[in-house]
């Protein structure tokens, strides 16, 4: 079955950098393609990232333009999210999803704090 499992997330300080991972298994990785999602407190979920599979073409919130970079490796079966020059309002539990033949699945998600 699909599996999905975020980590590296964690506390920074404001203009610092965290690398998500999210590690992907139980579907053909290279032929579809992954977002990163991310829920504040008393928010509702917002897309962050996407990348494609067929081309590596991305698309990223305006939010995070020039600071966020949403990368994959097939071989690895991993996307990843990295996130420079982080701000307070970058705090929120980010989360890996994958869309396929009309359902969604979603990792557990990782928590990223930025505060001093």
């Known amino acids: 079955q699909v599996q999905l499992v975020e980590s590296g997330g964690g506390l920074v300080q404001p203009g610092g950098s965290l690398r998500l991972s999210c590690a992907a298994s139980?579907?053909?990785?290279?032929?579809?393609?992954m977002s990163w999602y991310r829920q504040a407190p008393g928010k509702e979920r917002e897309l962050v990232a996407v990348?494609?599979?067929?081309?590596?073409?991305?698309h990223y919130a305006d939010s995070v333009k020039g600071r966020f970079t949403i990368s994959r490796d097939n071989a690895k079966n991993t996307v990843y999210l990295q996130m420079n020059i982080l701000k307070p309002e970058d705090t929120a539990v980010y989360y890996c999803?994958?869309?396929?033949?009309?359902?969604?699945?979603w990792g557990q998600g990782t928590q990223v704090t930025v505060s001093s």
């Open positions: 999803k994958l869309s396929r033949l009309g359902v969604d699945y």
């Open positions: 139980g579907f053909t990785f290279s032929r579809n393609a």
């Open positions: 990348i494609s599979s067929f081309d590596g073409g991305t």
